[in-house]
């Protein structure tokens, strides 16, 4: 683990800065942390329910799904950078989520899991067109907090606000309409067949079986709000504990305070 995070500080850093023009959009690159407290403690516990009803559900044969999706991009120069919605910092949670990442520094943060790339064009509704307008997009692309945009809605942005990730099954079970926000639910066209290793790690067949999202880009995203309301809870939690502190600090100085 040392030697991991010595690793990673010697790679270059992520940038919110885009560092040159971009001319290929090389596909959408997944990602499983394996390691990662963020992911297992939060997103996954978050993501669970959905999953299993999705036929996604965990399996002792079978690695870990994807928590985390960015565009994998190259440069003008022949460099190769993930585009990313980062969380963590309170300037990537309410301002500015967005980060260019380089493609080593990205995979070094695997620690034990896994990262692949697929062509756009593998997704629902995407061909090459929209790529190429996505690869536009990029050049002038606009930055979001993580609290307002995570990293599926980035991707999802980036192609024209175009539905790439499903609906959450849970909440189509009971009758309502939100969207998932997702990176183990991608809608595979129902056509297309990845290389194995591909289909092995997402879980192609099931993908492929996903029924279309009935919401559009815009609707409520049902993790974004759990993770909201997380986030809320834990800054409600550390301000009752830092006035409680403060009120008990008040408390035993005015006591001291007191004439015999």
Known sequence: MTELIVNLKELPPSSPKRPGRVQE????????????????WIIRPVEMLDRHLAGLGRSPDRPSLAM??????????????VVEQ?????????????????????????????????????????DGAIVNETIEFLNEISVRPFLDEDCTTMVER?????????DSPTARAIGLGLRVGDPALALLRPDVRLDDR????????????????????????????????????IIGLLSVGVLSRLFAFLKNGSKEARPL
């Open 25 to 40: 959009l090389i596909g959408i690159i997944f990602q499983s942390d394996q390691k990662s407290v963020l992911g297992s």
């Open 68 to 81: 985390h999706v960015g565009l994998h991009a190259r440069l003008a120069d022949g460099r190769e950078f």
């Open 86 to 126: 980062l969380v963590g910092t309170p300037f990537e949670d309410l301002v500015d989520g967005l980060n260019w990442t380089p493609l080593e520094t990205f995979r070094a943060r695997d620690r034990g899991g896994w990262d692949v790339t697929i062509p756009a064009t593998t997704f629902r509704g995407i």
């Open 158 to 166: 980036a192609f024209g606000k175009r539905r790439m990730f499903a």
């Open 198 to 233: 591909s289909e092995f790690l997402l879980r192609a067949d099931t993908l492929r079986a996903l029924p279309d999202p009935v919401t559009d880009w815009a609707a409520p995203n049902a993790h974004r709000i759990a993770k909201r309301a997380l986030f809320l809870g």
